[in-house]
């Protein structure tokens, strides 16, 4: 079963203010900021980026979310290297 496509990038940083600064430069709109460092910005109707700024001590991580029509049934073909276990990111009790 193939996806849907990207539907959203999930970045951390060491300076939200300026990842997202970056980001508005290449023609994204912030659609809303938290109160605790971090926002979302989308381009057009593509994918969103949702940047979460973490302590200087934390390695920032990047996480891909794909877009499944069915997250139970999905299981991607053997020839993807699965480094990360997938995960519902939505649905009842997320």
């Given at each position: 079963m193939p996806t849907e496509?990207?539907?959203a990038v999930f970045l951390e940083t060491h300076n939200w203010g300026r990842a997202a600064?970056?980001?508005q430069a290449l023609g994204f709109e912030l659609e809303f900021a938290t109160d605790h460092n971090s926002g979302q910005l989308r381009n057009g109707d593509g994918p969103y980026v949702f940047i979460a700024e973490v302590p200087e001590d934390t390695?920032?991580?990047v996480r891909i979310v794909l877009k499944v029509a069915d997250a139970d049934a999905f299981r991607p073909d053997p020839a993807v290297p699965v480094v990360t276990p997938f995960e519902a990111t939505?649905?009842?009790g997320r």
């Open positions: 496509g990207i539907e600064k970056f980001f390695e920032p991580r939505t649905g009842p």
